[in-house]
């Protein structure tokens, strides 16, 4: 009857404070379990976490040091560890990720021992954060002068491409089969690279040999979707083995072992995070104009609608990238009254039922679409539905479990695909 009526008085709480009745009702339940029964043969009589800093940098880690009857152990086996607001921090293998500002309790619990509790806060310093409503950082256009004024551009103003430096220099997009996943190559007029995704970790060997074929030993900017494996799994590897510009996420978080790791190897190659977002515009080639369209919201209950959905326009000719956004991100983007027509798309979620409304496709009036997926995947990608949906839109659609690598360049004129 007690519990009902906690539960009963925590539905009445606002949601702000859910998590810190959650984490009190965790600790009371566990306590009188531990005073309720008679505990036999008990291999530690204490628990105490401790932490290097009682302060953490958001998007950064920090280790929980576990000791058991006051010495430290590896033995993590039957330790749980939470924390009062996982949006704040969350806690994976041990060590705590801090997510957004503000300050968190984490307590650690055996079956029958609750430890201290530290109180950790979540700050934001040194994380390169983008913001739509100031000047976007850029990067010197031609590295041969790197003494040359660069002119910040405001994302919230439009941009009009000027034409190539040198006439007929090509913009070229090359969507790596790399089976069930995403990898995307965009080499610029002027000689930059984007690496959009680096698929799933089994072909990161595929995505560096096609980095290797076509000469490439540094990536200007780096893109992650968002953080589902089969778009960032073979992503660390590329940033331990090519140079990197600068690298582009979502503010949104997985607890997975693979972003665990590229976060890590993130920071240990000295780099930092600028935030993929509506309104973003990336200037690495004054050839061409990038614009993030998406996401447009800071919260979802799906990561996949987290994800980076990218605009690129050379003249008269544009690609859109979707990442695996599904109707919610296509509906926002729509409702956000942003041009999405574009002459190439690059579907959403390999071609998924819950992408590519007809609304949303009626919009874009893609000439060509690119299907990224595996050949006789599980999932059924890409649908009858949404093959339907593209063949009414009237887009001719190459999809790489069919016809492998596909290469589609522009000269801001015309098309050519390979």
């Known amino acids: 009857m007690n519990m009902n009526k906690n539960l009963l008085n925590l539905n009445k709480t606002s949601k702000k404070y859910q998590y810190y009745a959650v984490f009190g009702l965790l600790f009371s339940l566990l306590l009188s379990s531990c005073s ?7 291999s530690y009589k204490s628990i105490s976490i401790s932490a290097e800093n009682t302060e953490l940098l958001r998007n950064e880690s920090l280790k929980i040091n576990l000791l058991l009857d006051n010495k430290a152990t590896s033995n993590t086996k039957d330790i749980t560890c939470i924390s009062s607001d996982p949006t704040i921090a969350s806690i994976i293998n041990y060590k705590i990720y801090g997510l957004n500002t503000g300050t968190v309790k984490i307590a650690c619990t055996t079956s029958d021992l609750v430890s201290n509790v530290l109180d950790i806060k979540i700050i934001d310093k040194t994380v390169t954060i983008d913001d739509p409503t100031t000047e976007t950082p850029t990067e010197p256009t031609d590295p041969t002068n790197p ?56 072909y990161q060997g595929r995505v560096s040999d096609y980095l ?62 600028n935030t993929a977002k509506a309104g973003i515009t990336i200037n690495i080639d004054k050839s061409i104009e990038i614009k993030i369209i998406a996401p447009t919201s800071s919260s979802y209950s799906d990561l996949n609608q987290y994800s980076a959905v990218i605009k690129i326009t050379y003249n008269k000719v544009s690609y859109l990238f979707m990442g ?50 595996g050949e006789d995947n599980t999932y059924g990608h890409p649908t009858e539905q949404t093959l339907d ?19 589609i360049s522009t000269n801001g004129q015309t098309i050519t695909i390979e």
């Open 212 to 273: 290797d074929q076509e000469g490439i030993s540094k990536i200007d900017v780096l893109i992650a979707s968002h953080p589902h494996a089969d778009h960032i799994g073979g992503m660390s590897y590329i940033i331990n083995n090519y140079e990197i510009g600068s690298i582009y996420m979502p503010k949104a978080v997985s607890t997975t072992k693979t972003y665990e790791t590229l976060l890590e190897t993130i920071k240990s190659n000295g780099l930092t995070i």
């Open 389 to 407: 949906r593209l063949d009414f839109t009237g887009a001719d659609v190459y999809r790489t479990d069919q016809d492998g690598t596909v290469v």
């Open 324 to 373: 695996d956004a599904g109707w919610t991100s296509e509906d926002e983007i729509l409702s956000s009254g942003v041009n999405i027509k574009a002459d190439v798309l690059k579907v959403g979620h390999h071609g998924s039922a819950t992408s590519s409304t007809q609304e949303f496709l009626d919009e874009v009036l893609p000439t060509y679409a690119v299907i990224c997926v």
């Open 36 to 42: 309720a029964k008679e505990v036999k043969d008990v």
């Open 147 to 202: 003494t040359d004024p660069v002119t910040p551009t405001d994302p919230t103003d439009p941009v009009i491409p000027t034409e190539p430096t040198t006439p007929g220099n090509l913009l070229v997009v090359s969507y790596i089969d790399v089976g069930q996943g995403d990898s995307i190559l965009i080499q610029t007029p002027n000689g930059k690279t984007i690496l959009l995704d680096a698929g799933p970790s089994t």
